[in-house]
């Protein structure tokens, strides 16, 4: 497989409702607009964020997001309405979870702080 990009697919009941949170989330509006039932994000050069409209199955999806500062963003987050849970102490990376209006479950994680063992 000679893969281009990737994104991660979130699906949502109300689409103009999460662009506005995923905007607040991520500093900035999404870069495209494909067709009426779909927006997406370039957040780096091989992936991004795709939300998509599916109001049955909508809020099962999960999205680990690497931060810098998670304790940066919590504060950042905070100040837009965006409430992170307590931290998690985990056994690489301190992580902090919450859910988009939908369900969709979030978590941001610090860069791991070694590496993982091999698979």
């Known amino acids: 497989m000679n893969l281009q990009k990737i994104y991660t697919a979130l699906l ?8 506005g949170w995923y905007t607040k989330l991520l500093g900035r509006g999404p870069d495209y607009r494909p067709m009426d039932t779909l927006v997406q994000w370039e957040l780096f050069e091989q992936g991004g964020l795709a939300l ?3 109001s049955e199955i909508a809020g099962r999806g999960v999205m680990f997001l690497i931060v810098e500062d ?3 963003e ?4 905070q100040s837009l309405g965006i409430v992170l849970e307590d ?3 985990g056994d690489y990376s301190t992580l902090a979870q919450v859910r988009d209006p939908d369900g969709n479950l979030l978590t941001l994680a610090t860069p791991p702080s070694r590496p993982y063992p091999p698979a």
């Open 87 to 89: 931290d998690i102490e």
């Open 70 to 72: 998670v304790a940066a």
């Open 74 to 77: 919590r504060r950042r987050l």
């Open 52 to 54: 998509s409209t599916d």
């Open 12 to 19: 949502t009941a109300d689409l103009a409702a999460a662009e």
